[in-house]
């Protein structure tokens, strides 16, 4: 069955960075549109980022453009996001998501497969 599995969460401060990974199994990697997307405590989950099937085409929300990078490597079916000037309010559970077509996408209903997410928290 499909697999989606993030890691490189942590505890950091304020303007530190992390990259997160997200190992994908039990797909054609290469065919999915691949996206980020993070739930802070009482809040909805909210979409980052996505990535297209090659990698050519990525798009960000405003709230991390400029400090979040989202690429793949089809060659380790995994994808990551690099983030940069963390922020106290970057603080929450970060998913990684498997869209329904090669595509970048922004529609959180094209995502048809979902990893178990991995915490990040940042402090002041």
């Known amino acids: 069955q499909v697999q989606l599995v993030e890691s490189g969460g942590g505890l950091v401060q304020a303007g530190d960075s992390l990259r997160l990974s997200c190992a994908a199994s039990g797909l054609t990697f290469s065919t999915y549109g691949m996206g980020w997307f993070r739930q802070a405590p009482g809040k909805e989950r909210e979409f980052l980022t996505?990535?297209?099937?090659?990698?050519?085409?990525?798009?960000?929300?405003?709230?991390?453009?400029?400090?979040?990078?989202?690429?793949?490597?089809?060659?380790?079916?995994?994808?990551?996001?690099?983030?940069?000037?963390?922020?106290?309010e970057d603080t929450a559970v970060y998913y990684c998501a498997a869209a329904g077509r090669g595509t970048a996408t922004i529609i959180k209903g094209d995502y048809r497969y979902w990893g178990q997410g991995t915490q990040v928290t940042v402090s002041s």
Do not use: C, E, H
């Open 50 to 88: 996505t990535i297209s099937w090659s990698g050519g085409s990525t798009y960000y929300v405003d709230s991390v453009k400029g400090r979040f990078t989202i690429s793949r490597d089809n060659a380790k079916n995994t994808v990551y996001l690099q983030m940069n000037s963390l922020k106290p």
